[in-house]
């Protein structure tokens, strides 16, 4: 019973002090995202780790389970409450095509994944289609996609696994490389 109301706390705790102290240097290198990854790896690391020296520890499925739908149910209200869809009129055209080469990218190489994986891996056209609900939404459209199609926990923990890692190293490559292989090719605009 400890351990479920640590694990219910933590879902909350953790995201607000994130955002509280997002002025220390580790959330200014790698932003509150990264921080939140962060986290998350450094608990899964500790919960291996006491598994690995024989303390039998684990936590509880349902609460994540149902700490994601309830995540769902909160994240969704409240990226639609911070959009001003009346300024999204005064959006530049370059924004607007930005954007639209997004989920035209998005489309393309989802599409792909499943003619390639689609027809050899179990559920391959629903991860496929949760991968554009990804790559266009975040997470939470993944996850209710993943609800509407009524798909094991195990599919759903492997697709966001699947994710983090490859948003992980997507997010390292920003981070570290990104920069100095741009600045390469593009000009800075020091006239600002």
């Not at 509280?20 to 240097?25: K, P």
């Not at 024989?54 to 909160?74: C, K, M, P, Q, Y």
């Not at 609900?133 to 509407?148: E, K, Q, S």
């Amino acid at each position: 019973m400890i351990i479920i109301l640590m694990q219910i706390s933590m879902i909350f705790i953790v995201p607000f002090l994130i955002i509280r102290y997002s002025n220390l240097a580790l959330t200014k290198w790698i932003g509150t995202i990264g921080t939140a990854y962060f986290f998350g790896i450094l608990v899964t690391l500790i919960i291996f780790a006491l598994n690995k020296i024989g303390i039998d520890f684990s936590l509880n499925t349902d609460v994540g389970e149902i700490g994601s739908h309830a995540a769902i149910a909160i994240a969704i209200p409240l990226l639609l409450f911070s959009a001003n869809l009346m300024e999204a009129k005064k959006l530049s055209k370059t924004v607007f095509l930005s954007f639209t080469s997004l989920i035209v990218s998005a489309i393309i190489i989802t599409s792909l994944a499943f003619y390639i994986y689609g027809k050899t891996i179990t559920n391959g056209a629903q991860l496929s289609s949760m991968a554009i609900a990804l790559y266009t939404g975040g997470t939470p459209n993944l996850n209710a996609l993943a609800n509407i199609y009524r798909l094991q926990a195990e599919v759903i923990g492997v697709a966001n696994l699947s994710d983090m890692v490859i948003g992980a190293v997507f997010y390292l490559f920003l981070l570290i490389l990104c920069k100095p292989l741009l600045s390469k090719f593009l000009k800075s605009d020091n006239a600002v």
